[in-house]
């Protein structure tokens, strides 16, 4: 039987962008995999994780600075901080140093559904990388941070 990947041409085979690109079309589809496995059906997504998380690790943020850190469009943030906040993740509050915009904060509830959605994705990401081996797997996290970085610092010049 032919795999799949056998029936491209090497130009294809052997692009670096060409195989990111597959590879996150990949991971996408198992991230819906351990995100349709909650339990409590809230909706929380990827994006709901990644703003979960960042306001965990770095505090009270508005929406615009949380669309800023996570390369999002502003006007998405709206709907992702309304789903967060009808769950009780969120909290937004009026930032009293400028009253024009609000702050987020993680709730209680958001802790404990981030430790939730985080053991869902740890659980997803072994079967994704488990042909690698764990020297292969410290590797390949310290290439994709070394290029996150570099773009990340070239895209906020």
Request: charged share 30%.
């Amino acid at each position: 039987m032919e795999k799949v990947g056998e029936s491209l041409p090497d130009d294809l085979l052997t692009s670096p962008m060409f195989l990111m690109v597959q590879l996150m079309r990949m991971a996408r589809r198992r991230a819906e995999t351990w995100q349709r496995a909650d339990p409590a059906d809230t909706g929380v997504r990827l994006p709901h994780y990644m703003v979960l998380s960042v306001l965990n690790h770095y505090g009270p943020a508005s929406q615009r600075e949380m669309a800023d850190r996570l390369h999002f469009d502003a006007s998405d943030m709206v709907g992702m901080i309304d789903l967060l906040e009808d769950h009780g993740y969120v909290s937004r509050l009026r930032d009293p140093s400028d009253r024009r915009r609000y702050k987020l904060t993680v709730t209680p509830s958001g802790l404990v559904a981030l430790e939730e959605i985080h053991r869902r994705a740890r659980d997803s990401h072994g079967g994704f990388f488990e042909p690698l081996t764990p020297d292969e797997r410290a590797t390949l996290m310290r290439l994709l941070t070394k290029l996150y970085e570099h773009h990340n610092a070239v895209g906020r010049e």
